[in-house]
């Protein structure tokens, strides 16, 4: 898909570079609508996920349950990675989905449960330790309303959870086969 296609068919709403979310942000203000689709040629940015990326969360996600398990991944939990689960999820009220596009690709996405809980964050292996968690997760603090966020971070991510600010809530959990820290961030409202 080309980018001005993408760009007709998505919302945009973040940029990387500071210099274009700047003046993206101003334009943002008084032509939104106008914005979409007259967007500065850019690489990098974060929009709405749509039931046309289900396939893309799908498969990025897939190729990472490596790292929650240490054998075989149980069907009951790639089940619910599926393409039909994840357009469950996009259609649903209950979950905000964005991604972070690269060069018109999806390369990670974060989703928000009820506003209060992240309930997914993935990265494409190949961008690990390049920020895109961080942006993702600096993006819902600026644009999503809350007081305190939960997460049930994969013991493979608890670091990454600690770096953006999360704590400890509570011991390793196991629910069947997977185990996870339930963690908690608390807004400064100051």
């Known amino acids: 898909m080309n980018f001005d296609k993408y760009l007709e068919e998505s919302e ?7 210099k274009i979310e700047a003046l ?65 999820r996009i259609q649903s009220q209950e979950y905000k989905h964005f991604g972070y596009m690269i060069e018109n690709q999806i390369v990670g996405f974060i989703a928000i449960k009820e506003d209060t809980h992240l309930f997914h964050l993935f990265v494409e292996e190949k961008y690990h330790q390049q920020h895109i968690g961080k942006k993702l997760w600096e993006f819902v603090k600026e644009n999503i309303e809350f007081e305190t966020m939960s997460t049930n971070a994969s013991l493979y991510a608890i670091n990454v959870y600690e770096s953006f600010g999360f704590k400890q809530e509570r011991k390793i959990q196991t629910y ?4 996870f820290l339930p963690m908690v961030y608390k807004k400064d409202l100051r």
């Open 12 to 18: 945009v709403i973040n940029f990387s570079h500071p």
């Open 176 to 179: 069947k086969e997977l185990e």
């Open 24 to 88: 993206a942000k101003t334009i943002a203000k008084d032509c939104k609508d106008e914005m979409i689709g007259h967007s500065p040629i850019i690489d990098e940015f974060i929009c709405k996920i749509n039931n046309k990326d289900a396939q893309k969360l799908s498969s990025l996600s897939n190729s990472l349950l490596k790292y929650l398990f240490d054998e075989e991944i149980p069907k009951w939990f790639q089940d619910s990675f599926s393409v039909e689960e994840f357009e469950k």
